[in-house]
């Protein structure tokens, strides 16, 4: 059974984290999935695999909350370009979106998994 209070705690570490972590593009994107994933499988507890589960809910969730949020913002200011323009920028957005949210989600349940295993 899903905890969705874990999953909600997790997800905002993540933008949180995530959003301190921009000064340092790669690694605190990365910092920011493993400490909300680790959240989120900590609170969830019940072992490895529910950890994981967790983290991998928390990571992906977030990812594609910010994949939405940046189409729609790449998209707007692309229609300075016209209407090709917003496509092209909603969708070179949702392009890298897609890659942010698997990096999330992968290091989001490795995390969690740890989280689960630590609470037992």
Not at 7 to 26: E, K, T
Not at 36 to 51: P, T
Not at 62 to 69: F, H, S
Request: neutral net charge; aromatic residues 8%.
């Amino acid at each position: 059974m899903t905890d969705w209070r874990a999953v909600g705690v997790g997800f905002v570490v993540l933008l949180v984290v995530g959003a301190i972590g921009l000064q340092l593009p790669l690694v605190g994107q990365i910092g920011a999935g493993l400490i909300g994933g680790f959240a989120a499988g900590y609170l969830a507890g019940g072992g490895i695999g529910n950890g994981a589960w967790h983290g991998l809910l928390a990571g992906s969730i977030t990812g594609i909350v910010l994949t939405l949020v940046l189409a729609l913002l790449g998209g707007a200011l692309g229609l300075g370009a016209g209407p090709i323009g917003g496509f092209l920028g909603g969708a070179g957005v949702l392009v890298v979106g897609v890659f942010v949210t698997l990096l999330f989600a992968i290091d989001s349940a490795l995390a969690g998994a740890l989280g689960g295993w630590m609470k037992g």
